[in-house]
């Protein structure tokens, strides 16, 4: 008889909490951009950082190497084109490429995240960390549409500001704001292709709500029941 292939887990150099890595980087590179957004050598090293610290997390709870490598294939060229892209943000075909190379590199990301917390019926605390991280980098995902949107079509974001294109934080603030449903974005779709990606997202974000955390949270609540019967009644 052939043994049951065994379920993901984490390994390697980032310890027992892969998932708590990636989600402390995504969040470092949110709050790091700002300082860094004027100069093209420090976009280039938040990039580069990101996709690392996305790569290494993928390998650490993979199932199969399978996953390694196509997280591989994907995040090599995104990476380099991360530096390209600092380079040469004004070059729209750099910056559609790049997008085209990141969303389904992120996204397939989102679904390994998502495959190891679905795995088994046990939830353990990097599960926790991934349950988050899976959300951030969801929220990246879609802030690459939406800048591949732009590309395609300028003008399709309205902001505040006096630029007609929005700059990339932009987006992301505007992708973790439909994600979570706050609408507390000032940036805008206009364009057709842009409200139509906006919506899938909106979708989204309820779907993980709904689906991730309501299966974490009824998975620990079922575990705490079982736990008082096996305990039995107290004297």
């Known amino acids: 008889m052939t043994r049951p292939a065994p379920g993901p887990h984490p390994d390697g150099l980032l310890g ?59 995040g090599a060229p995104a990476a380099a084109f991360s530096v390209a892209e600092a380079l040469a943000s004004d070059t729209a075909w750099v910056l559609l490429v790049s997008a085209a190379l990141h969303a389904p590199f992120y996204f397939y990301v989102s679904y390994s995240m998502i495959r190891y917390v679905f795995h088994d019926d046990r939830v353990t605390s990097d599960e926790l960390y991934a349950t988050g991280a899976a959300f951030t980098v969801v929220a990246w995902a879609f802030a690459y549409l939406y800048a591949a949107v732009q590309v395609l079509d300028p003008g399709a974001f309205v902001g505040t500001g006096e630029t ?12 973790f704001s439909v994600l979570t449903s706050v609408g507390l974005s000032d940036v805008v779709p206009v364009a057709a292709h842009a409200r139509s990606i906006v919506a899938v997202e909106m979708v989204a974000g309820v779907l993980y709500v709904a689906l991730v955390v309501s299966r974490l949270v009824g998975l620990v609540v079922s575990r705490q029941a079982m736990k008082v019967v096996e305990e039995g009644p107290e004297d």
């Open 164 to 175: 007609a294109e929005r700059s990339w934080f932009e987006l992301l603030y505007l992708s």
């Open 16 to 74: 027992r909490h892969p998932s708590a890595v990636l989600l402390g980087a995504q969040l470092l590179v949110v709050l790091a951009y700002p300082f860094l957004e004027d100069s093209a050598a420090g976009r280039a090293v938040l990039g580069v950082f990101q996709i690392l610290a996305v790569g290494a997390a993928v390998a650490a709870v993979r199932r199969t190497p399978a996953l390694s490598w196509v997280a591989l294939t994907l």
